[in-house]
Nanobody, 111 residues
Framework: QVHLVESGGGLVQPGGSLRLSCAASGGSFSRRTMGWYRQAPGKEREFIAFITSDGITDYIDSVKGRFTISRDNAKAMVYLQMDILTPEDTAVYYC?????WGQGTQVTVSS
């Protein structure tokens, strides 16, 4: 059973950057497709990005060119580098694989 723990959220000004991390434990990390999702207040959880075991990535249009997903199989970590943040990026960010979710990390973009 895989276990996911996110970290790296916080308060950042518009235009700023954050890097989220997700630590996975429980085995088979290198073979898993990993994803990042977010849920803003009053909205449904939405997909942001995924990265396959082969390093293939995809993003929703609203974050393309600003967010970058990456992974380190040796450390069983997946990252989300977020640049040029806007208030619309404010949400709880979740790491995901298959049906497993982390507890989430809050990102607030505000001046």
């Amino acid at each position: 059973q895989v276990h996911l723990v996110e970290s790296g959220g916080g308060l950042v000004q518009p235009g700023g950057s954050l890097r989220l991390s997700c630590a996975a434990s429980g085995g088979s990390f290198s073979r898993r497709t990993m994803g990042w999702y977010r849920q803003a207040p009053g909205k449904e959880r939405e997909f942001i990005a995924f990265i396959t075991s082969d390093g293939i990535t995809d993003y929703i249009d609203s974050v393309k060119g600003r967010f970058t997903i990456s992974r380190d199989n040796a450390k069983a970590m997946v990252y989300l580098q977020m640049d040029i943040l806007t208030p619309e990026d404010t949400a709880v960010y979740y790491c995901n694989t298959d049906y497993t979710w982390g507890q989430g990390t809050q990102v607030t973009v505000s001046s």
